[in-house]
């Protein structure tokens, strides 16, 4: 993804998914730093952080406790400092709702999880071609 080689921020409760995240980056040779929190809240505590790197993107996932996808999209996107980082949503959902309210808090993807392994890798290699020729404010 490059960008300076900025952190990805991924926001993931479940420990395999995050695994597989970790696994499909280090296949394409993303050489970003991956940061993990495992909830919406921990992820906005991290991006107010002063201390705290920006990432280039964030991949987050809707179906989280504490604080849901969609609450931590609110929260960011009602940030003005946080609010251009691109969001692609990672996720198990494939209900209509949950991508029309995604794209109405103004995420700049939405990716069903496949269960296959080799399709999840073909995913993240997409959103990494994407972002890596994207020009970013």
């Known amino acids: 993804m490059k960008i300076t080689n900025r952190p990805i921020l991924l926001v993931e409760d479940d420990q395999v998914d995050k695994m597989t995240v970790v696994r499909a980056l280090k296949e394409i040779h993303v050489t970003n730093p ?7 809240e921990e992820a906005v505590h991290y991006l107010q952080d002063p201390a705290s790197e920006k990432p280039c993107i964030i991949l987050l996932d809707l179906n989280m406790p504490i604080m849901n996808g969609t609450e931590f999209l609110k929260a ?3 940030d003005d400092k946080l609010k251009r980082i691109p969001i692609v949503v990672l996720t198990t959902s494939e209900e209509q709702q949950d991508k029309i309210n995604s794209f109405d808090l103004g ?3 939405y990716m069903a999880k496949p269960v296959d392994y ?10 990494d071609a994407y972002w890596t020729i994207s020009e970013m404010p």
């Open 34 to 40: 991956l940061v993990h929190r495992e909830n919406g």
């Open 76 to 78: 960011v996107k009602n």
């Open 107 to 109: 995420v700049a993807g």
């Open 118 to 127: 080799r399709q999840f890798v073909e995913v993240m290699r997409s959103i």
